[in-house]
């Protein structure tokens, strides 16, 4: 069965037809029909087959309508052969519904550009999102210090009377200004500038 099982119909393209409004109106069912066919017992779309064979003109009489005579189908046949809403193909050995086939390829392009447009905006909003995701990681840790209270003043380091230690010590209460961001260190990578403003934030809250 094909994959292309129902198709839009505008009523008003097959009323106003020129050439189906030549064919009798036998000819017009039996193009109903064959159309049928063509849509659904085809591997090919748009082509009177039975799988992916020909369908002989007996078994096309007898898809038409039961108990059809081929002399009666092959009338019906050559009406609708000759105002062209049934061809040959170039080899003359298989029947087509021109509706179909060009129904078929405008389903294939609108969905090949359909693929093609959501790709690209899908690879936008990848780039868009790599770029803003270090953005946003700025943003969480200045937010985070603005609501976290900083001290008014820096109290220096006391040097303690044991200078033989050699080392600094804070008094009670002192703080230091909190580390810059990492976006000054040009040798971290992209998602090490991001995880370590997480890392900040985190310590932050």
């Known amino acids: 069965m094909s994959k292309l099982r129902w198709t839009k119909n ?3 393209d ?24 063509a849509a659904l ?3 090919r779309y748009g082509y009177l087959m039975i799988g992916d064979r020909p369908a002989t003109d007996r078994e ?4 038409v309508k039961r108990r059809l005579s081929v002399t009666r189908f092959r009338r019906l046949l050559a009406e609708l052969l000759r105002h062209k809403l049934i061809a040959r193909s170039d080899d003359k050995s298989v029947l087509f ?13 609108q969905s090949r550009k359909g693929t093609k447009s959501w790709e690209a905006r899908k690879r936008r909003a990848s780039e868009e999102n790599g770029s803003n995701q270090y953005h946003d990681a700025v943003q969480t840790v200045v937010q985070t210090r603005s609501r976290k209270e900083l001290p008014q003043k820096v109290i220096p380091f006391c040097v303690p009377e044991d200078a033989s230690e050699k080392r600094a010590s804070r008094s009670d209460g002192a703080r ?27 310590r932050l809250t």
């Open 60 to 63: 096309l009489a007898g898809l």
């Open 14 to 37: 097959e009323y106003n037809d020129p050439a189906l409004q030549q064919c009798s109106l036998a000819a017009q069912g039996a193009w109903r029909r064959l159309l049928c066919v």
């Open 176 to 202: 230091a200004f909190p580390s810059r961001p990492p976006e000054a260190n040009p040798t971290l990578t992209e998602d090490e500038k991001i995880q370590r403003l997480h890392d900040m934030a985190k």
């Open 97 to 109: 519904a021109p509706i179909l086939v060009t129904s078929l390829y405008r389903f294939e392009t």
């Open 10 to 12: 505008w009523w008003g």
């Open 41 to 43: 017992l085809s591997e």
